[in-house]
């Protein structure tokens, strides 16, 4: 990722930025970018993204990604087992039994069992002033309903800022230096086991409590009278207190700090950006994959680079298929051209015969045409034609006389003696045995074919069917649905339904334009074996 880069609307400024997590398996990127404005009730707008430059020096600015006015803020990143600031800070955590899970509302996040808190300790960075305020905020899922659980404590010496849940209700209690307590009402807003963004604003005049970019309660309150004194600072104790009697259980993510009071424009920004279902940026077609700028070809690369092993051996079974049926294709297209030139030639030679001798066009098998008998594609390609070597009739024709000398001797051709009854049968049944031969002969392979046809479509499926079961198990797993998740892999495993067609077609098309040229051969073979019995008995029957 070192070369990724985000410049603003003028596509020459770059901008701050750096990367929460990068999840290889479900091909995401989480970046937080700095945007120095953005304006209200404006639908336009550019953030331009580069990349693809392997040789790019990284650009990230963790720290210069952040506002003057942020105090902390914790991604809660895989593999950190004490949460680390993110600004310029480094309010690093200083103990944690909370555990790391993969999978939150921005990538990884902080769960909570019983009794698991996180502590951050005391920090100028993390103190409250009157004057400027504070904002806290996170996105919190209840593992369940809370029995006065504190999610967010920071206690001084005379001061304590909590946010809390009893049951579904949240709330938020400031106690000043002067021991004054002002808390705010109790707001039965928060759901369990659903993610949900808390923002609580402590205003010179004013503390307010928002979920999901709404204002549910407040407390109204002159906080200070001088604008310079604190209001508050010290540890800061998260899903806990520091004596650990308010135990929070669920997930915390994203929790942020700042020295602000922020705006409920700024808290419903945040609730809209943040998370899967991001509402304020649509992302547009790439340049290099607008028109004529190799947009297929990138779809290709997503589909192949989201193929996993399964789908990898279905394909290439496939593929091995089809290239089989093509090549079966491809040779009987060869012999079947050459099956029908020597037929033509043949007929012609022999019905030019007239009431000759039937014998006259017969001659005695070559060595080359004994070994390319059992190879009829060879046999087409590198075989001789100069004596219709790939006519089956021919074929037909010479067993036939075969069977006559068998029985004539020398008389062949004499007209010296005669075939019974008996005889002229018995050379029809060995024509008959011979055409049976043919039609094996003619329909060797095409097996292939109709295994191509009617299993590649089932293996195909076979293999959409595992990709997306994986598709899916990987989304339980992880408990993240949205559709980049699922759109590569469900992609990817359509693959092999779409291969699998790509053998099935073909081989349909080709098996049945053959089976119509084979038939046809057929046909002309039993019209002629008809027709040469009959001129067998004519010419060599007892006279």
Avoid at 91 to 110: D, R
């Amino acid at each position: 990722l070192s070369d990724l880069r985000f410049i603003a609307d003028d596509d020459k400024t770059p901008l701050k930025f750096h990367i929460d997590a990068f999840d290889i398996v479900n091909q995401f990127v989480y970046a937080w970018v700095r945007i120095p404005q953005l304006a209200a009730n404006v639908n336009s707008g550019r953030i331009w993204m580069y990349y693809g430059n392997a040789e790019a020096p990284s650009a990230q600015d963790r720290a210069g990604s952040y506002d003057i006015n942020t105090s902390a803020v914790y991604h809660f990143k895989t593999g950190e087992a004490v949460p680390q600031d993110a600004s310029t800070n480094k309010a690093n955590a200083g103990a944690a039994t909370a555990t790391i899970t993969s999978t939150a509302q921005i990538a990884a996040g902080l769960k909570f069992d019983n009794g698991q808190s996180v502590t951050i300790a005391e920090s100028p960075a993390l103190t409250t002033t009157a004057a400027q305020g504070a904002t806290i905020s996170f996105w919190v899922k209840p593992g369940a309903l809370q029995t006065d659980a504190w999610v967010f404590d920071q206690h001084g010496a005379n001061t304590e800022f909590v946010i809390g849940i009893e049951q579904n209700n949240i709330y938020a209690r400031l106690k000043l230096p002067n021991g004054r307590v002002v808390e705010t009402n109790k707001s039965p807003s928060i759901r369990a086991n659903e993610w949900q963004h808390v923002a609580v604003v402590l205003a010179p005049t004013k503390l307010s409590v928002f979920v999901d970019g709404k204002e549910i309660a407040n407390a109204a309150e002159q906080l200070q009278a001088s604008n310079d004194s604190s209001m508050g600072g010290g540890a800061v104790v998260l899903g806990n207190d520091a004596q650990g009697a308010h135990s929070f259980i669920g997930e915390l993510d994203e929790v942020r700090i700042d020295h602000v009071a922020r705006s409920a424009a700024w808290i419903a920004l945040a609730v809209e950006n943040q998370g899967i279902e991001n509402k304020l940026l649509r992302v547009q077609q790439a340049e290099q994959l607008g028109s004529g700028g190799g947009g297929g070809s990138a779809f290709w690369k997503v589909i192949i680079g989201s193929q996993d092993t399964a789908g990898w051996v279905v394909i290439i079974s496939l593929a091995i298929m089809g290239l089989i049926n093509w090549g079966v294709m491809i040779g009987k297209a060869f012999y079947i051209r050459s099956v029908n030139k020597d037929n033509v030639q043949f007929l012609i030679q022999y019905r030019s015969l007239s009431g000759r001798d039937p014998a006259l066009l017969d001659r005695d098998d070559s060595e080359e045409d004994r070994e390319l008998e059992n190879s009829p594609v060879a046999q087409a390609l590198f075989g001789s034609h100069d004596h219709f070597q790939s006519s089956p009739i021919y074929r037909v024709y010479h067993r036939g006389i075969q069977e006559t000398r068998s029985r004539l001797g020398a008389s062949v051709g004499a007209r010296a003696a005669g075939l019974t009854q008996g005889a002229i049968a018995a050379i029809r049944a060995t024509l008959d045995t011979q055409m049976v031969m043919e039609q094996q002969r003619l329909n060797s392979k095409l097996v292939l074919l109709t295994i191509g046809i009617a299993g590649g479509p089932f293996i195909g499926l076979l293999g959409t069917v595992i990709g997306v079961m994986i598709v899916f198990a990987a989304i339980a797993a992880s408990g993240d649905v949205n559709i980049a998740a699922i759109a590569p892999g469900v992609a990817a495993a359509l693959a092999a339904t779409v291969m699998g067609l790509t053998v099935a077609i073909p081989s349909l098309f080709g098996y049945n334009y053959l089976m119509s040229q084979i038939k046809m051969s057929i046909a002309d073979m039993q019209v002629f074996a008809d027709e040469f019995t009959t001129r067998l008995a004519e010419y060599y029957g007892d006279k």
